[in-house]
């Protein structure tokens, strides 16, 4: 193996985005939003409605059904001061989130914590919950500071670490909407198929979505599959390192089940991947099926991993085959795995035929990946969105981008 040259520069992935594009609220319908459709260098502006008649029948749509949890903690102190925890990720009793998120009494997170230097490690935080009518006692403790990890105790043996949250935490929204969570962001800053608790951040191409959108599509004969993604907080860190390869990109953890095998492997056409999340999941699934041909079943596909190329790569089929038939030999129906693969120009898309997504920040990760996906003409598509006064960024309009 031999890895690629890496050659980006930064600057060029750069625009001005004035505060007043940016989309602070969300629309009052989901599905009233602008689309810009891209498709082999033409650009045309119409409503996110028309999604169903622009795509392809035959096509597959991949989703990611992760589901948002309210993972900002708050405690206040006696003195007045107030500490807010950010959960990232589970570290104890399992790093599976779904594991974590159902567990009784005890659990310990990797945190972001505000005020931290006001809290000492000796003096646990508490907060009083009414959870139904009944009230918990939960307990915030210091296990170890250099690691940000912070455990959570409360006093019911009946009740699960996601009713804990769910009862006390508040709307994890992006920093740079610059507000306070609303009760209207509880349902909005979440898309109608979130299933499985574990995401920090919305996949917020999907949040454009709706029921009757959905069974458009599955008349139209578009097929739908689901994968999970919970997005980590890493996804609004800015670049700041000049060599991107520097750049920490935050281990995600990727859920999938035998049937998203089956059904990538079953693709009569197109496959489009709804959001960068999707995107991410299904180009990482194909390095997992490649180290499954080279021997390696573990499922953590590296940062720069797929930049380390092989003198002959398999095709789609073949590596999805791969995955299926180590399944099948291991009686799994789902495989649960980490990524952290930083996809920016020179890649080479191996899953993905489309895109479905918001306007991300300048100079960001997500600009980098849809540059590597449509081109230099990603400067054309931002140029239009902002000309055309489309929204931007999470609760902002969408795109569908066929290169």
């Known amino acids: 193996m031999k890895s690629q040259a890496i050659q980006v520069n930064l600057a060029e992935y750069t625009y001005h985005l004035a505060d007043e594009k940016i989309a602070k ?28 008649d622009l795509i392809p029948a035959n096509t597959s749509l991949f989703f990611n059904n992760t589901k948002v949890i ?11 001061a107030q500490i807010e925890i950010f959960l990232l990720k589970p570290l104890l009793p ?20 505000g005020n931290f230097k006001k809290w000492k490690d000796d003096s646990p935080l508490e907060r009083v919950l009414d959870l139904n009518g009944t009230t918990i006692h939960l307990l915030a403790k210091v296990l170890d500071r250099n690691k940000k990890l912070i455990s959570f105790e409360w006093d019911n043996a009946n009740v ?32 109608v198929y979130s299933q499985h608790d574990g995401a920090v951040a919305a996949p917020t191409a999907g949040l454009h979505f709706t029921p009757e959108i959905l069974n458009d599509l599955e008349g139209k004969g578009i097929s739908k599959s689901f994968l999970t993604l919970h997005v980590s907080a890493g996804t609004f860190q800015p ?53 499954l041909m080279n021997g390696n079943d573990v499922f953590e596909i590296q940062k ?55 306007f991300h920040q300048p100079g960001s990760t997500l600009i980098l990946l849809v540059a590597a996906f449509i081109g230099p003409d990603w400067k054309k598509v931002y140029q239009q969105a902002l000309e055309n006064g489309y929204r931007f960024l999470s609760y902002g309009d969408s795109s569908l981008l066929m290169p």
């Open 25 to 52: 609220y969300p629309l009052s319908e989901r599905d009233q939003s602008k689309l810009l459709y891209y498709q082999k260098g033409a650009i045309a502006h119409r409503s996110f409605k028309d999604i169903v």
């Open 239 to 291: 670049i700041k390192a000049d060599n991107i390869e520097e750049h920490p990109m935050h281990s995600e953890q990727l859920v999938v089940n035998k049937e998203s095998i089956e059904d990538v492997i079953a693709a009569k056409d197109k496959i489009i991947a709804v959001g960068t999340t999707s995107m991410r999941t299904l180009e990482s699934l194909f390095w997992f099926g490649v180290r």
């Open 160 to 191: 699960s670490f996601a009713e804990i949250v769910e009862a006390s935490g508040k709307v994890p929204l992006p920093p740079y909407l610059n507000r306070p969570a609303e009760e209207d962001d509880k349902p909005r800053y979440q898309t």
């Open 94 to 113: 399992s790093t599976i989130l779904s594991l974590v998120m159902e567990e009784k009494q005890r659990v310990a997170w990797e945190c972001m914590v």
């Open 304 to 358: 720069l991993e797929p930049y380390s190329i092989e003198d002959q790569l398999p095709s789609r089929h073949q590596a999805f085959s791969a995955i299926l038939n180590w399944m099948e030999k291991n009686e799994l129906n789902q495989i649960v795995g980490t990524t952290e693969i930083f996809i920016f120009p020179g890649y080479q898309f191996k899953v993905c035929d489309g895109l479905i997504t918001n």
């Open 70 to 80: 309210p993972a900002r903690l708050i405690f206040n102190k006696s003195t007045g």
